[in-house]
């Protein structure tokens, strides 16, 4: 038996054999539901009249060392009337910023400050503070285990506030009352200083009655076998009667953890998808709404979800990947521009030092 076959017949016997077991949440202010086929349910029928709103960001490093990082970030929004895209009215699609972070000393300690430049000035109303992104460089909500934070995450922390920010200026300037903003990712705060903007938005959305939603393409959460809680979902479906059908599983699990304002579903949004994907409503909405409400607003998902070129994934979403990533080819213009005015401005070669710190692996790739 070759090795390659040996690893494939231990993971056929660890995998095959597992029991699906009841979803499992290490946090005791997560109370779970065991699983049960009558909490699939199908959606209903809508006039899709509200406006969907899917918003992304992207970001990616022009030059980094271990010092500083200098990323270009974006910032993207949609929206559509059912399968009909709507332009907006009164901001921008778009807005591009640089986040320059650097690593600096205070009371004996290394810390991270963020300054952020926007592309076109009139877009700085919409960043989140500076103030907000001096961060520890031992942060526990961006470390992982006892090492120091990469000095580019804070960068993504960046986005991260930005995406919270201008989807609140959304809320204010673009959406009415019923309308539907989706966020890639859950409704979760996990770094510091994320729940100030967090916060602002549920405001906001709450003021407004404007649905907040948030759908994660990847889960890490387990059942109590160490299964996958949303294949486990996908497995049980298979018995159901609705095998071959969209349908949403509710409820999973009741989560009472301030950081996470959220009721927590897994989706089917097309009868062809093999797909199931976490989304989540914004907890004191979901409260008060009735089953069918929920199935109401969640088919309108549903009928974003019938792109070819992704079935049961919304095609909104995938329009705002598309428009908020920053491609390679961008970051090597924008590093060239970078290293151009770096050399007009004598300090090139300083610059250059501290890069060379940090670029050794990469030197390696390209010699292999």
């Given at each position: ?14 995998l095959?054999?597992v029991?699906?077991g009841?979803p ?8 779970a539901h ?5 909490n699939?349910?199908?959606f209903?029928?809508s006039?899709g ?9 992207g970001n990616?490093p022009i030059?980094?060392?271990h010092?500083f ?5 974006r910032?993207y929004?949609n929206?559509f009337?059912?399968?009909e ?10 807005i591009e ?5 650097y690593a600096?000393e ?18 700085a109303k919409?960043?989140?503070?500076s103030?907000d992104?001096?961060?520890?460089s031992f942060d ?12 580019g995450k804070?960068a ?9 920010k ?5 809320v204010?300037e673009?959406?009415d009352?019923?309308d539907?903003?989706?966020r ?5 705060t996990?770094?510091t200083n994320e729940?100030k903007y ?16 948030g ?10 076998t160490?299964?996958s ?10 018995g159901s009667?609705?095998a071959?059908s969209?349908w949403?599983y509710?409820?999973?699990?009741d989560i009472?953890q301030p950081?996470?304002?959220a009721?927590m579903?897994a989706?089917?949004l097309?009868?062809n998808s ?5 989304v989540?409503l914004?907890k004191?909405q979901?409260e008060?709404m ?7 607003l ?10 070819a070129?992704?079935?049961g994934?919304p ?6 990947d598309?428009l ?15 290293l151009?005015?770096?050399?007009k401005?004598?300090v090139l070669?300083?610059?250059i030092k501290?890069?060379?710190?940090t ?5 390696l790739?390209?010699l292999?």
């Amino acid at each position: 038996m070759l090795p390659i076959q040996q690893v494939i017949k231990n993971i056929s016997k660890r995998l095959g054999d597992v029991p699906l077991g009841k979803p499992s949440f290490a946090d005791p202010r997560y109370e779970a539901h065991d699983f049960n086929v009558n909490n699939f349910h199908l959606f209903r029928e809508s006039e899709g009249k509200s406006f969907l709103c899917f918003i992304d960001g992207g970001n990616m490093p022009i030059v980094d060392a271990h010092n500083f990082s200098v990323q270009l970030v974006r910032v993207y929004f949609n929206l559509f009337k059912g399968r009909e895209r709507i332009e907006p009215k009164n901001i921008p699609s778009r807005i591009e910023f640089y986040a320059a972070c650097y690593a600096i000393e205070k009371d004996g300690k290394i810390f991270y400050e963020t300054e952020m430049v926007p592309i076109k000035e009139e877009w700085a109303k919409f960043l989140p503070s500076s103030n907000d992104l001096t961060i520890d460089s031992f942060d526990r909500t961006l470390s992982v285990g006892r090492r120091r934070v990469p000095i580019g995450k804070v960068a993504g922390a960046a986005r991260l506030f930005a995406e919270w920010k201008y989807a609140g200026v959304i809320v204010d300037e673009e959406l009415d009352s019923n309308d539907i903003l989706i966020r890639d990712g859950s409704l979760q705060t996990s770094v510091t200083n994320e729940r100030k903007y967090y916060n602002e938005v549920i405001e906001k959305a709450l003021q407004k009655d404007v649905r907040l939603l948030g759908l994660s393409k990847t889960s890490t959460l387990f059942t109590s076998t160490g299964y996958s809680l949303f294949a486990a979902i996908s497995e049980l479906s298979e018995g159901s009667a609705h095998a071959n059908s969209s349908w949403f599983y509710y409820p999973i699990v009741d989560i009472n953890q301030p950081d996470h304002k959220a009721e927590m579903y897994a989706v089917k949004l097309h009868p062809n998808s093999d797909y199931v994907f976490r989304v989540e409503l914004l907890k004191p909405q979901a409260e008060k709404m009735s089953l069918d409400d929920k199935r109401a607003l969640l088919n309108m998902l549903s009928m974003n979800s019938s792109d070819a070129t992704f079935p049961g994934y919304p095609y909104g979403l995938l329009d705002a990947d598309r428009l908020a990533r920053v491609d390679f080819n961008e970051r090597e213009n924008q590093k060239i521009q970078f290293l151009s005015c770096a050399s007009k401005e004598k300090v090139l070669s300083r610059l250059i030092k501290c890069m060379k710190s940090t670029d050794a692996h990469d030197i390696l790739n390209h010699l292999i």
